[in-house]
């Protein structure tokens, strides 16, 4: 998975502190410029991993935790996110069109011109959160 080097195959592991917590942070981390529509990421540990202009549409984020992840130019639109956490996270010029983001923890992410229409944002943690210039538009929150 991902371009040059070596082989790179995705192993996962459980996280002892937490057995159904999927842990692949330590195994992997580079996801940029991946092509993830439609993946189930659920329940992942993702920190500090590098999504970088990956296209995520239509994927399943809901309990994964990407602290202090990279994902600029992400596409997330129509992703189910509810309790995703992405605290710190460098996530510029992202969309999130349709995205289900309910109960999400994104406080001190930098999330300046993303588009975010119609996003359900109900219960979302977005304090200290760079939102300059992003477009937000028939959403809940």
Do not use: I
């Amino acid at each position: 998975m991902g371009g040059g080097g070596g082989d790179r195959s995705l192993s996962l592991s459980v996280s002892p502190e937490r057995p159904k917590f999927m842990d692949f942070s330590q195994d992997t981390r580079d996801f940029a410029n991946q092509d993830l529509r439609g993946t189930n990421l659920g329940n992942l540990d993702m920190r500090r991993c590098d999504l970088s202009n990956s296209d995520l549409a239509e994927a399943v984020l809901s309990n994964s935790n990407m602290n202090r992840g990279k994902m600029p130019n992400c596409r997330f639109s129509d992703c189910q996110m509810a309790n995703w956490s992405a605290k710190g996270a460098d996530a510029p010029g992202c969309n999130f069109d349709r995205a289900n983001l309910e109960g999400a923890k994104l406080s001190k992410a930098r999330m300046m011109n993303c588009s975010m229409l119609s996003v359900n944002l109900e219960g979302a943690d977005l304090s200290y959160t760079d939102l300059s210039d992003v477009e937000l538009c028939g959403g809940g929150a």
